[in-house]
């Protein structure tokens, strides 16, 4: 999970205008650090304005939530960066408060991300929602702005649903992180693995047309 954050992160910044450069380029454990020391030198040596660790607290899966820690003010170690890295850590906190979704919210936002102009009632079948769910769901999305939910002209009883700009940011970001990730983990594999995926994969796609077959 820290590592899809990093990533989500990374690319956000980045649509931002930011230069990011991470510490490591995969999740293998034999990769996971380096320690604190090693990490302020990096940022010291790449001549990075700001530095922000992340770390997994090692909790259940099933756990939610974060917290964010700022260095406090010990003479002569911190007390040059003591204030400002304390407003960093209060933006980043306001910042991951302000787009925490729930995974079904996610869902959805990709699922419209996908196909603008979903009505409620196939979204609630592409995610094995019962309806009322679903608008539920729908509901709650565009009172928080990310949904927009129009009626269908041909059919005043159906809704449509679009991304806002905003929604469509986090889509974007989000696609852009799972990417990263997919990539990061593909560069790790050997030859002989790519070719296994590559042969099973195939036979994925055989197995998908075939299903669709049988459907009509």
């Known amino acids: 999970m820290a590592w899809r954050v990093t990533l989500l992160l990374a690319a956000r910044l ?28 990096f940022g010291a040596k790449v001549g990075a304005r700001l530095t922000v660790s992340l770390h997994g607290d090692g909790a259940a899966a099933s756990g939610r939530g974060f917290h964010v820690i700022a260095p406090t003010a010990r003479s002569p170690w911190t007390t040059d960066i003591a204030a400002p890295s304390l407003r960093l850590a209060k933006a980043l906190r306001a910042g991951f408060d302000a787009t925490g979704l729930s995974q079904s919210q996610a869902e959805m936002l ?3 991300g996908r196909q603008p102009g979903i009505s409620i009632r196939e ?63 593909l560069h790790e594999l050997e030859p002989a693995q790519l070719d296994s995926l590559q042969r099973g994969l195939e036979v994925l796609a055989e197995m998908t047309t075939m299903l669709h077959e049988r459907q009509i």
């Open 14 to 41: 980045r649509g931002l205008g930011a230069d990011v450069t991470l510490t490591r380029h995969s999740n293998r454990q034999d990769r996971w650090g380096p320690c604190v020391d090693a990490r302020g030198e």
């Open 123 to 185: 979204a609630a079948t592409e995610l094995g929602l019962v309806p009322n769910t679903a608008s539920t769901l729908v509901s709650k999305l565009a009172a928080d702005g990310l949904l927009i939910r129009a009626v269908d002209p041909a059919d005043r009883r159906v809704g449509r649903l679009q991304l806002t700009e905003p929604a469509q940011r986090i889509a974007d970001e989000s696609r852009a992180a799972r990417r990263a990730a997919l990539s990061a983990v």
């Open 110 to 112: 990709r699922l419209v």
